[in-house]
Each structure stands twice: as structure tokens, then as C-alpha cells.
């Protein structure tokens, strides 16, 4: 048995912004898959709770979790080429999710697949709705994925690495509008990535996962200022600064494989400022600073001399 | 100053796309469209642009996988077009390769061995011994353990894998490595290690780089110098410091204005340019970037700018200036 997540709880607000920060494997997608419920065969959750408006998602059946996903909770995942079916025009995979949630039929339903492509800037959507995915360039048809996520009027969009594949002026362009469609919706969001400067652009909140659980929670400012967790630091000090030709902070080793885990705190092999207890118990979440959460004997020893 | 490892001069490649038979009727694709750089021995120069912008046919070009339509790559000050024998092969030797992916690039057949010997068996004629001694010694410039050796490369993690692909590059008399996004496919706390072994190696080993990126703080880190290259021409070229200090034509500020804050307080960056990159296949007259161009001015659209000397050193193409 692989535990993929561990006893990661975060909650967050309407028009809020979570950034789910860690290096590959450290659970970000699987904790993001089981919240909508798609987790892949022979994957369970086997504790815990997701509340979504009030209800648990975790005790709802797949049919009533198909009336919530793709309406109340979107996903757009990193490869749109992966998302989009190639074989269906743009109007078709648009369309869905209001055909099959909202009834839509006919004109009203063509109007608001150019209303959608419109908000994710599609030029002359009444022509390139007619299209094929392959005709578009990847930055559109990463729009496309967007405008599908729109279209049930999502409380919650949860992004993983939406932005990975495109090149830097069109991820730019990509985040300004997700920025701008969460200020006209006041849609939350989730931003699954391994990068911290999309985290400083788009992140009221972050949380940073290493080996499936969340080691460090905190406010965007408060964790870029004062990181708390070692693992949080080497992340920040290992990004190359524009401008400083400074040598870069970077911690030895990779990041472990889940089956086979370290004792003790799971960060503890590669941890510079490690204590004899961190190989032998793993340290529980305490309370940092404000609005603040870190999973380190170094915080918790902090906590119990002030 | 001294003279170059290598100096491109006016290099250029078309590929030829969608032709029929006996090449009727194709299309021109100006991939790399006369480009001229140098580059030092012990330097870096990075050369950044988005994808399609031509600096893998750039790569490909030194790299002699392509053959130029134009123009000419000297080495130690001579046209390597004109290289055979003996001497070519010292080139190949001199000139080595990393690319982006150390899953695909090492074979999952040969061992941790044999991948870094193979270069050795095909350029020297030292006995086992001798290149059993090499591959230690450069297992260990990467920051490998010799033991490791014996393994296969599904046996690494990534960052692992491109070390021994850095361990492979430098087993020759190497004098220029082309590293062609190199952490692109890294975790975050490797890339920091890989960064910093290539900043060490080339201290220590005097060789030069050629660092292709689409990252702009990455690029500006590890470089001395930067290329700007936007469809196929380079549109700044500067000293890195001088470069970020003071991005000059509008795509270069383009690029920076994508970039990333490191810290949510930075300032916030000006909007990012509206458009993609224009397909190679139909480029714009006149300046290539004036359709996204936020100061395009008529000129712009008619009249191609060359490269002229820029405040602060380097050169840029820009009607502006």
C-alpha cells in the first residue's frame, strides 16, 4: 500500500486563491483528483472528509458526483491536447457541460458557447467554435479547456499546472485571465504547481506538499516572508532570482519514493537543520504564526520555548 | 580580448515543407535566419526565445545534424564546413550535447558505463583501463559515486540522469557544450543542484556553454551573455546584467514582463503582450515582431531593422532605437 496523501486538510473561501506547491509525486494531483472523486482504480480514500457548500463529497455516490463536476467543481488538467477530444469541434466539447447541466438547446445554447469563448478571449468564436482542436495553437486550446470549465458556472476551478506546456508570454496572458474571469465570478481556485513565482502571482494561500502530506500552510506574504519549514526554504532559495547571480540554495538528494518512505519526518535525509528526533517521529502540524500551519519539530520546539 | 571557441556568422536555414515531387510547389520555413553570435572559452551565452523561435536548428546547426543554407560556423577560427577527417572528428569530440530530457536521451539498455565510455570508444584508443579511469573521474566531476557505474539508467531519478548526460558530454576533450534546456524537466530543488554543478564544472574546467532556455531568470542566472532570438533572428543581444538592467526591445520587455515575481510584493509586471508567435510559414513583413508589437510604428511594418549598438553595450534590432 502507497499513501499518496496524508492527512492533508486545508480549507478555502469564495474568489480565494490556494496554491498547492511540491515537487513531482508529492500527492498534489492525487489530493486534487479525490476531491472531485475521479481517483484512478485501486486508489481509495480511507479517512477523512471533503466538504464542498456544506455536503461531503466523499459519501456521495459517482452519479451524484457527476452533478457536481463539470458544474458546481471544474478541473482543467496540464495538457490540453490530453483534454480535448480531437475528434469533436470546439463548439461540441464547449457545449457539453451546458447541454447536459443547464438544458441548454439550439440559439441559446450557441450563444452561450461564443459567450464562454469570448470570455477566454477566442477571436470570432462563431467561426472557430466550428474548429478542431488540432487547428488551434496550444495557448487556445488551453483557453478552450477554460471556457469548458466556465461553462456549468463553476464555484470552484481546480487548476493543475494549467500553464506548464505554453511558452512565458502566453502563460502570462493565461494567468492575467484567470485573474481577470475570478474577479467577474468570484470562482475559487486551486493551483496545483511545482512553480513558486505563479504562486506569488496568483496565490492568496499556499500550501506546500513534500511526500503527500502538506509540511507548511501560510498566507502568500507570510510564507514568502518567513518560511517555516526547511523544505520551504530550500524551494524558495533553489529559484533563480532575475538579476542575482548569487549560487543557488540547493538541498541534496530527490524527493523520496511514497512506498517506501523515511521515518520519522518524511523530509528528514535531505533536511539541513534535521535533529536526532526527526529520523525516529514525524512531526504533527502546529500552529506558526498567523494563519499559519508547519509540520517541523524546528517550529513546534519554537512554539514550546515562546 | 581572446578570440572564440566558436563563431557563427550569418547563419541561416530554410527548410523546404509540404513540396511535392521535385519540389514543386513548398512552402519556406526561415528557421534560423542570419544569426551571428561568439562565444568565449569559459563563457556562457544563453540563447532565449519561445517555442519555434529556432534556437534547437540553431543547436542543430553546430551540432552538424542540419547543414546550413547559409552562412558559417567557425571553430578555433575555422569554417567547420570545410572540416573532414581527423579534424572533423576533433570537433565532434570538442562540441557535445545535453538536452532536455534525461529520460529519452540515455538508452535504457546500456549501463551508467557504457553510456559515458561510448564517446571515448569511438573518438581515443585508450585501453580499458585507461577509460575505466575516465569514467570514474567524470562520474565523480558530476557528483556521482564511481560504484554507481555498473547501474542502468532506469535505476536514477532525474536529476541523477542529468548528471550522467553531463558526465557523457565532458568525457572528451570537450570545449563547448550545448545545453539544450537542460532543467527544464527538473524538480525544483534539482534544478538548483544541476544549476550549480554546471556553474561549478565550468569554473573548474574552463569549458564554454551554449544554454538554450525559454526561463528568463534561469537563462539570465547561469549566462554571461544573452541572445534574444525571436523567429528565426536575434532580436538583443547584451551582456546578462546589462540586459536586465535595462531590456531594450520590446519583445525582450515582453519577455521580462512574463517573468514571473520571485516575491508576491514585487511590482506588478506590465500586462503581458497580446498574440502568439506567427507561424514560421508566413512571416510578417518588415520587423517580425511589429503584429504583437505594443510601440509598432509604420516603419515597422515595411522595413526589416538591422542590429545597431545599444546603450550599455550588446546590440538590438529595433526601428526605437
Known sequence: MVKAVDHVSFSLGEGETLGLVGESGSGKTT???????????????????????????????????????????????????????????????????????????????????????????????????????????????????????????????????????????????????????????????????????????????????????????????????????????????????????????????????????PAGCSFHPRCPEALPRCATEAPDEVHAGPGSAARCWLVSNGVARS | MASPVLEVRGLTKHFVVGSRLLGAGGALVKAVDGVDFAINQGETLGLIGESGCGKTTTSKLILLQETPTAGTIAFDGRDIATLAGGELMTYRRAVQVVFQDPFSSLSPRMRVRDIIAEPLEIHTRLRPAAVRERVDAVLQLVGLAPDVASLFPHEFSGGQRQRIAIARALVTETRLIVLDEPVSALDVSVRAQIINQLEHLQRTLGVSYLFIGHDLATVAHISHRIAVMYLGKIVETAESDALCARPMHPYTRALFAAALPSHPDDPPAERAIAGEVPSALSLPSGCRFHPRCPLAMPVCSEVAPPLRLRDGGGEVACHLY
Open chain 1, 31 to 261: 489530493t486534487c483528483l479525490s476531491i472531485v472523486g475521479l481517483l484512478p482504480r485501486g486508489a481509495r480514500i480511507v479517512g477523512g472528509r471533503v466538504t464542498f457548500e456544506g455536503e461531503d463529497l466523499t459519501r456521495k455516490s459517482q452519479r451524484e458526483l457527476r452533478r457536481i463536476r463539470g458544474r458546481r467543481i471544474a478541473v482543467i488538467l496540464q495538457d490540453p491536447m490530453a483534454s480535448l477530444n480531437p475528434l469533436f469541434t470546439i463548439f461540441r466539447q464547449v457545449a457539453e457541460p451546458a447541454f447536459f447541466h443547464q438544458q441548454l438547446r439550439g440559439r441559446t445554447l450557441r450563444a452561450r458557447v461564443q459567450h464562454l469563448l469570448r470570455a477566454v478571449r477566442i477571436p470570432s468564436p462563431e467561426w472557430r467554435m466550428r474548429d478542431y482542436p488540432h487547428q488551434m495553437s496550444g495557448g487556445m486550446r488551453q483557453r478552450i479547456v477554460g471556457a469548458i470549465a466556465l461553462a456549468g458556472g463553476p464555484r470552484l476551478v481546480i487548476a493543475d499546472e494549467p500553464t506548464t506546456n505554453l511558452d512565458v508570454t502566453i502563460q502570462a496572458q493565461y494567468l492575467d485571465l484567470l485573474k481577470d474571469i475570478q474577479r467577474d465570478t468570484g470562482v475559487a481556485l486551486i493551483f496545483v504547481t511545482h512553480n513558486l513565482g505563479i504562486v506569488a502571482k496568483m496565490c492568496d494561500r499556499v500550501a506546500v506538499m513534500y511526500a503527500g502530506a502538506i509540511v507548511e500552510q501560510a498566507p502568500v506574504r507570510e510564507l514568502f516572508n518567513t518560511p517555516r519549514h526547511p523544505y520551504t526554504r530550500a524551494l524558495l532559495g533553489a529559484v533563480p532570482k532575475l538579476g542575482s547571480k548569487e549560487p543557488l540554495y540547493a538541498i541534496a538528494g530527490q524527493p523520496p519514493n511514497l512506498a517506501s518512505l
